[in-house]
């Protein structure tokens, strides 16, 4: 009788060909960089962080993109969303995540990081997309290729709900949690320019069980008509216009003399009481 041998534990799924993703960052990058959706989100981290009536004096931010924030933060240290992240322990007060988080194969692996490089009372800020963003498009390109081809294959990547982001701060070992969202909408030409935008931006389709050719042409005019029916410019005729959610986290660091959320039944006074008084 053979001997038996425990049978190994079957690795998780990829989420990302982070070979991929590197090579159309790259190639971004040596075309010129579009920069916008980081402007975006910059401005709305700026925002966030003046409503904090604190000052921080050593942050970090990881991030696909690091030249632009390194321009856009010069006291930074800034560092690659790799799975392992460069951070030294208790390093920094405040660690920003920037808009890399949705190619992460574990979010939370890369929130746990992001939480041990701070400080007590640190701050984690996070901006990411997620919600209904690309969904025309993900729809189009899918309806295209089962009637073209017969056959479907990821290309986009998939992006999370705003509850279940918001529980990854919890997971990720960070207090007083809380997420917020942006719509920003966005007028396109056609698919064609939505598709080479996306390229600039080093955002194409980086996804591990991704199609390894080339898309057939007739498969993109396809979905070029069908996105053209479903996510019309009201605005500008002839044009598509999508959306994109931003989605933005925030934790702190555990301390001591951090507020702490109430024990549940402490409250001094009933709900139905607070908001009668609100209505009056």
């Known amino acids: 009788m053979s001997a038996s041998h425990p049978s190994q534990p079957t690795a998780p799924p990829r989420l990302t060909d982070r070979a991929a993703l590197l090579r159309n960052r790259a190639r971004a990058d ?5 920069h916008w959706l980081h402007e975006l989100a910059l401005a709305e981290v700026q925002d966030r ?8 004096t050593a942050a970090a931010v990881v991030t696909g993109n690091p030249d632009f924030w390194r321009a856009a933060m010069p006291g930074a240290r800034v560092v690659a969303d790799a799975p392992e992240l ?4 208790a390093a920094h ?4 995540h920037a808009l890399a988080l949705h190619w992460a194969d574990d979010p939370v692996g890369q929130i746990v ?6 400080r007590p ?3 984690f800020l996070a901006v990411l997309p997620g919600g209904q ?3 025309p498009l993900r729809a189009a390109l899918a309806q295209a290729e089962v009637e073209v081809t017969g056959g479907l294959s990821p290309r986009i990547a998939p992006f999370g709900e705003i509850r279940d982001l918001g529980a990854l701060v919890q997971r990720g070992g960070l207090a007083l949690p809380v997420a917020d969202q942006i719509t920003q909408a966005v007028s396109y030409r056609d698919l064609f320019h939505l ?3 996306l390229r600039a931006m080093g955002e194409g389709n980086a996804l591990d069980r991704r199609l390894r050719r080339p898309t057939a042409r007739a498969v993109m005019l396809r979905a070029a008509e069908i996105l053209a029916t479903t996510a019309p410019d009201p605005d500008n005729p002839g044009r598509i216009r999508l959306g994109l959610d931003l989605v933005f986290l925030t934790g702190w660091a555990p301390a001591e003399n951090q507020q702490k959320p109430l024990r549940p039944g402490s409250a001094q006074i009933r709900l139905a009481d607070a908001l009668s008084k609100r209505t009056t």
């Not at 460069?86 to 322990?89: A, F, I, T």
């Open 86 to 89: 460069d951070l030294d322990p």
């Open 49 to 56: 962080l003046a409503d904090i009536n604190r000052r921080f």
């Open 121 to 123: 009372d640190g701050l």
């Open 113 to 118: 990081q992001a939480s041990r490089a701070l």
């Open 30 to 34: 040596r075309a010129g960089r579009e």
């Open 93 to 96: 007060d405040l660690v920003i």
């Open 195 to 197: 598709a080479r935008d």
């Open 133 to 135: 963003t690309l969904a």
